[in-house]
Structures are given as structure tokens and as C-alpha cells.
């Protein structure tokens, strides 16, 4: 394990930090006894104590085994926007020995119907505005609970606050089967289970895209997860009564573990928002002090966008930071003038939890991934050879730490193939290319594996390509990267049309990709072509039309923008 960023470390941390011998439940547990009056979250206007969230987790835990029978290492899906509902299921999936599998709103039925399939779940906890999706994707599994929690549950006065659609709409009556209202599910009493986890029990399941065209699901433990929400715990402390923006999705590994469990462990408060609204984020950290807010690249450019920023009082703020897609010079330069704070940029993963890479408060460097966290041990290979290579040579980031997960769920194959041994360590492949430097900063370059990144959002190829394949019209398609100036990348479908079937428009075939995929995800240029090229074994060339791409060139395309 190389020191070279020793000489950088947070001022005070010690380098390695003890595991918790303690479950993710118990962290909120032992929080409430502590703090019980303390707010943990703040949701237009409705305040939740420690207290209130504890007895509302384990009022939901007693639910989930008692009438829908939920038992030890049985999967719950949480397929909700962010919410007190989000928090209250997560932990009282985990206070009823079972494991939690968040999943992105924004999919579809036919992406949800894969995860419930592939993880077997016992219970979807959805809100009304996704109910529809839910069952869809339930069709085939009837046996499937669905809890449907209506947003406005937990609607208070919220202060000036602009509140949106999702979270100002009135619970609406349940009348399908096996569906239950989150009040009906309230309106039951029965104790919670006993709580037996151990740190190696699993925990979470995260679904990160995998490179056969299908989301892999990520397993983590009790032990990995804890291991990041004692990092960014210690990192950046984070002290009870403090107040953090959570507006990060708590879906994705960043916004769960920043946003959510690392307040819930030091006893903060999560000042929430189901939907980004740079007004009401001003808004909030003016009214609550808010101390800390992680978010991703995009949101901060448009917080700064804001023409009545410099109406707010954001003098609370002590640290900010994210990722997602590196943070432009200018904007950080505005940032810095308007706060005197630097934005922290971290690197991670949905297989090391968040972050195993973070710069240091007091040593932030720009545009940058920052140095291994506690007790992590990371190296650059060469992806071909294997070999080591030192510093400022460009290769693979390969990872040891606490965080990294256990394994994929149900690929054995993919989880052998993620991991080399080197020095007696089980380094995970993280299939990114970069570097570091002298003084042990890493570096992000570009992927090894075949990704697109827009906005912070990871889209595979694959994935795109075989949604494609479904339209009547379309005999082949290609998904590569386009540069944009405000995403970052933007997806292009390259198509080629079938000659029996006339060829629908660009802005036609947007609608259709929005009706059967994740908006994130729905091409935003098309190109047709008389055929693809290929290689002298018949695969598709597509490394080449990316390169064409990203270096300007038409590519044998041109696109058309819908």
C-alpha cells in the first residue's frame, strides 16, 4: 500500500479507521437513543425526530414480517423519489434482517421488471406517481407485495418552498391486488422482528449496468456499507444537529450513503427534496444553516446559473462538494468567489459503495478523483499486462478496500472476472483508465469498459441497443457517446433502418425510446446509415465510430437532433 498522499490527509484523521461491529439498522438505533428529540428529517415543513423515525421504521419492520411474511435475506425493491418514505422503508427493510435493493425512478416497467425478477423481491415500496410502472413490471409476479406511499403523507407547510406535482398530490384510493396504501400498512400493529445481522451479512443490492446489456446487481454487506458511512463521517465531519441538503438521489450509492446514512449515524439532520429546484436549495440552506451538501456537477452549474443567487444567504455553507463529471474551471472559480469553498470532487462506484477516493478538505485539487480514503489501498495496472506502472503513467485503477462489495448478484462469472489478486489483496477491477501523480492524487482519464456518462447518469450501450431492436422498423443499431456541452455526453443511436418498413423520424423514434426506457437513457441524436461498419470477424466496429465521434468527424453519420 503506497503513502506518497500521506502528507495530504485531513488534518487530525488517523489513517485507518476500526470497522463497526454494528448493523446499518443499529447505526439509527443507537442514534434515536442518543438523540431522540434531535430533527432527523426536514420535508416541506414537516419535521421527523429521531424518535419518530425510529418508531415509524419499526412500526414498517413489524408490517413487512408480520403480514407479508417478510424473512431473513428476503429482498424489498424501494422504487420511490426522495422522501421520509424512502428513508423509513430502506431502514425498516434492513431492521426486519432482510436486504434493500434501491432502484432509479426514473425506469421503466420493462427495467423493473428484470430486477424483480433477478433479485426475487418479496415487496416493491413505490410511490403513487410510479404505480402504474409497478405493476406492469409486476405482471409475472403476482406473489409480489406492492406498499404505495403517497408523498403528501408527510407534507407540511413548507415555507416558501415551490412544492412540485408529486409531493402536493393527495393519496389517491388502492384497489389492485396484493397492493397495499403505505397509511393501511400504518394503520396495522405488530412488533418488530428480532434483529440479527452480523458486519459480513448482506445488506444492500445496487443495480450498476452491466456489459452484457443488463444491470448487474451489486451485493453489499452490512460491513462494506458501514465502511464509507464511517468515512465520510470522519472525513468531513459531520456533527449532531447539523444540517445536510439532501438532493442528491438516495437511490444511488452517493446520495444513500452521504445524504442519508451518514447523517442518520452521526445524528444530523437531512434538510430534503424530492425534486431538484435550485429556489428552493437556496432557499433552504438560508432558512436551516445548511453545513454540507454533496451533489452532482450538473446541479451545482445550474445552483450557480440561478440570476437571484446572490440574493441568499449561503455563509452556513462549510463544505461542498460531488461528482458525476468533472466540475468546469469556471464554475468552480464562481463557487470560490461566492463562498470561499472549494468543491470536494470524490470518485467511486455502485461496487465500492460511494466513494474509495476523495480530496482532501484542505488540499482539494481541481478536477480530480483526490486521494484513497481510509485504509484503501489503490493502484494503476496496465489492463493488458497487469503490470504496476508508477506515477503519471495512464493504466486501469484497480481497488482494495473495506467498501468494495462482496460480489455481483448471480454472476459468479462477472464477479471472478471483476477481481485480481496482487500482494495477497483482492483488488476489484474498476474498468477506468487514470492516473496519479508524485504526491498520490488520482486522476480520471477514460473508461476501459464501454459507458456512457451523461449528467453523472451511467448508460450502457448494450442496454440502449437492445431496447432498440424492439421497433419494428430498426434492423440495426449502434449507441455511442456524443460530446455536449452541458451533459457532458449525450447517447447517439446510429441506425439502420429496415428496407421493408418505413423509416420513422428521429423526434418519432425519441417518443417510442421514451415510452420503454429511462429518460436519461432515450437517444438524443440519431443517425441512419445504409449499414454498420464492421470488423473482418463481423463485430461491430463501434470503438471506431466513437472515436469518430468524439473527435468531430461525421462518423459515416450525420445526426439528426431530436
Excluded at 480520471?444 to 453523472?456: E, F
Excluded at 438524443?524 to 464492421?534: E, T, Y
Excluded at 470477424?537 to 469518430?548: I, L, P
Aim: glycine share 6%.
Amino acid at each position: 500500500m503506497q503513502d506518497r498522499h500521506f502528507p495530504s490527509w485531513p488534518r487530525g484523521c488517523p489513517y485507518s479507521l476500526p470497522p463497526l461491529k454494528t448493523s446499518v439498522y443499529e447505526n439509527l438505533e443507537i442514534t434515536a437513543r442518543r438523540f431522540p428529540d434531535l430533527p432527523a428529517i426536514i420535508y416541506y415543513g414537516t419535521v421527523l425526530t429521531y424518535a419518530d423515525l425510529l418508531a415509524a421504521v419499526q412500526k414498517l419492520a413489524g408490517y413487512f414480517h408480520s403480514e407479508c411474511g417478510l424473512r431473513r435475506d428476503d429482498r424489498v425493491v424501494l422504487y420511490l423519489q426522495n422522501s421520509p418514505h424512502f428513508v423509513i422503508a430502506y431502514y425498516a427493510a434492513l431492521a426486519a434482517n432482510a436486504v434493500v435493493v434501491p432502484v432509479n425512478p426514473m425506469n421503466r416497467a420493462g427495467e423493473m421488471r428484470y430486477i424483480l425478477t433477478d433479485t426475487e423481491a418479496r415487496i416493491v415500496v413505490t410511490g403513487q406517481d410510479l404505480l402504474d410502472q409497478a405493476l406492469a413490471a409486476r405482471a409475472e409476479a403476482q406473489a409480489c407485495r406492492i406498499l404505495v406511499a403517497a408523498y403528501a403523507t408527510y407534507r407540511g407547510d413548507a415555507e416558501g418552498l415551490d412544492v412540485p406535482d408529486v409531493v402536493a398530490e393527495d393519496a389517491h384510493p388502492v384497489s389492485a391486488p396484493n397492493t397495499v396504501a403505505w397509511t393501511e400498512a400504518f394503520a396495522t400493529s405488530h412488533q418488530a422482528p428480532a434483529h440479527r445481522r452480523a458486519p459480513d451479512d448482506w445488506c444492500t443490492i445496487v443495480y450498476s449496468s452491466g456489459t452484457t446489456g443488463q444491470p448487474k446487481g451489486c451485493l453489499h454487506s452490512h460491513a462494506t456499507t458501514n465502511a464509507v458511512i464511517l468515512a465520510y463521517a470522519n472525513w468531513s465531519t459531520i456533527a449532531p444537529n447539523a444540517a445536510i441538503l439532501s438532493t442528491l438521489p438516495l437511490f444511488h450509492v452517493t446520495g444513500m450513503q452521504n445524504s442519508m446514512n451518514a447523517p442518520i449515524y452521526t445524528g444530523a439532520t437531512m434538510v430534503m427534496l424530492s425534486r431538484w429546484n435550485r429556489d428552493n436549495a437556496a432557499r433552504l440552506i438560508e432558512q436551516h444553516r445548511i453545513g454540507q451538501w454533496r451533489s452532482i456537477t450538473t446541479m451545482m452549474i445550474d445552483f450557480l446559473a440561478n440570476p437571484d443567487i446572490d440574493t441568499y444567504d449561503l455563509s452556513s455553507l462549510i463544505s461542498v462538494g460531488g461528482g458525476g463529471a468533472q466540475m468546469p474551471a469556471a464554475v468552480a472559480r464562481k463557487l470560490k468567489t461566492m463562498t470561499g469553498l472549494d468543491y470536494i470532487e470524490g470518485y467511486g462506484l455502485s461496487e465500492t459503495m460511494a466513494p474509495s477516493h476523495m480530496n482532501p478538505p484542505d488540499g482539494a485539487r481541481p478536477q480530480c478523483l483526490g486521494i484513497p480514503l481510509f485504509d484503501v489501498d489503490s493502484r494503476i495496472i496496465d489492463p493488458e499486462t497487469l503490470e504496476e506502472l508508477g506515477p503519471d503513467i495512464v493504466g486501469e485503477i484497480i481497488t482494495c478496500g473495506p467498501q468494495v462489495f462482496v460480489g455481483y448478484w448471480n454472476q459468479p462469472e462477472a464477479t471472478a472476472d471483476a477481481f485480481i489478486e496482487r500482494d495477497g489483496k483482492r483488488f476489484f477491477r474498476t474498468g477506468d483508465l487514470g492516473s496519479y501523480d508524485e504526491d498520490g492524487y488520482f486522476y480520471y482519464a477514460d473508461r476501459l469498459k464501454r459507458m456512457i456518462n451523461s449528467s453523472g447518469f451511467k448508460i450502457w450501450p448494450a442496454e440502449v441497443e437492445a431496447l432498440l431492436h424492439d421497433h419494428p422498423a430498426i434492423q440495426e443499431a449502434c449507441v455511442i457517446a456524443s460530446p455536449d456541452p452541458r451533459r457532458g455526453e449525450t447517447v447517439k443511436a446510429v441506425i439502420v433502418a429496415r428496407k421493408d418498413v418505413e423509416c420513422p423520424s428521429a423526434e418519432a423514434l425519441e417518443e417510442w425510446c421514451r415510452d420503454i426506457m429511462a429518460a436519461y437513457k432515450v437517444p438524443r441524436l440519431f443517425a441512419f446509415v445504409d449499414h454498420l461498419p464492421r470488423s473482418g470477424s463481423g463485430k461491430v466496429m463501434w470503438r471506431e465510430m466513437q472515436a469518430a465521434e468524439m473527435a468531430g468527424a461525421p462518423g459515416g453519420a450525420d445526426g439528426a437532433r431530436s
